[in-house]
C-alpha cells in the first residue's frame, strides 16, 4: 500500500553511465515532482508534471530528462553522470490544486564513482 | 520569487526539552506554510501546515503560528522525544505547487 514508490533505492555507478530512476505513486495525484538533496539536505526542485505535462523545470544540465509516461509515473533519466550529480533523489506528489501538500517517496541515493 | 529561512542547526537537546525551531518567509502576499520532517533515511512528510495568518497548524505535539506581522511561522514542541530525532524543513510554495524549502535543522534527542 505503498503511496510513493522509487526504484532503486540505491544506485552506485561509475561517471560517464546513463541511469534511470523510476517513481510510481498510487494517490491518485495529478502532480508529480523530482527534488534533488545534497549532502547537506538542501532540497532543490528539478521537475513538475501535471497530467503528463511539464510545468516545471528548473536549471538543471540537460543531461536530466524527465518522462512520464502516465500521470501514475515519473521517471528521471540521467546522460553521461557526473560526480557532482552524487546526491539522493526524491520524487513526490500532489492533487491539483492543493498547494503544498506533498508527498515523498523514500529517495534514491546516487553514487557516482 | 518567495523564500525561507530557518535556524541552522544541528540542535541537541535532552528528552523532555522545549523545541522551537525558527522560520522566517518572504513572500508576496500571504502563501501556505508548512513543516515538513526527515526521519533518517526516510522521504519527507508533512507535518502541519498553516493556509493564512493567525492560523496554527499542530500535529504530534508540534505546533506552529503563521505570524504575519514578524514573517514567521516557528515551529515548537513543549516536551520533545528520542523518537522526534530528525530534520525539520520550513516550507512554501512558489511557481504554482512546487515547494521552497529552508536548508534543514537537525535535531537530535538524547534520554
Known amino acids: 500500500d505503498t503511496a510513493v514508490s522509487q526504484t532503486p533505492k540505491y544506485l552506485v555507478t561509475q561517471m560517464g553511465n546513463d541511469k534511470s530512476i523510476k517513481c510510481e505513486q498510487n494517490?491518485?495525484?495529478?502532480?508529480m515532482y523530482w527534488y534533488k538533496q545534497d549532502s547537506k539536505k538542501f532540497l532543490k526542485i528539478m521537475f513538475s508534471y501535471n497530467n503528463k505535462e511539464l510545468i516545471i523545470n528548473e536549471t538543471v544540465p540537460n543531461r536530466f530528462s524527465p518522462k512520464s509516461p502516465d500521470k501514475a509515473h515519473l521517471n528521471l533519466h540521467i546522460n553521461s553522470l557526473e560526480l557532482g550529480d552524487s546526491a539522493v533523489y526524491f520524487c513526490?506528489?500532489?492533487?491539483?490544486?492543493?498547494?503544498?501538500?506533498?508527498?515523498f517517496g523514500p529517495g534514491t541515493r546516487l553514487t557516482v564513482t | 520569487g518567495n523564500s525561507v529561512t530557518q535556524m541552522e542547526g544541528p540542535v541537541t537537546l535532552s528528552e523532555e526539552a522545549f523545541l522551537t525551531i525558527n522560520c522566517t518567509y518572504t513572500a508576496t502576499g500571504y502563501p501556505s506554510l508548512f513543516w515538513y520532517v526527515q526521519y533518517p533515511g526516510e522521504g519527507l512528510q508533512l507535518l502541519l501546515k498553516a493556509t493564512k495568518a493567525d492560523d496554527k497548524g499542530s500535529n504530534k505535539g508540534f505546533e506552529a503560528t503563521y505570524r504575519k506581522e514578524t514573517t514567521s511561522f516557528h515551529l515548537e514542541k513543549g516536551s520533545v522525544q528520542v523518537s522526534d530525532s530528525a530534520v525539520y524543513f520550513c516550507?512554501?510554495?512558489?511557481?504554482?505547487?512546487?515547494?521552497?524549502f529552508g536548508k534543514g535543522t537537525t535535531l537530535s534527542v538524547s534520554s
Open positions: 513526490a506528489s500532489s492533487r491539483a490544486g492543493v498547494l503544498g501538500e506533498q508527498y
Open positions: 516550507a512554501s510554495p512558489e511557481a504554482g505547487t512546487a515547494l521552497i
Open positions: 494517490l491518485g495525484h495529478d502532480t
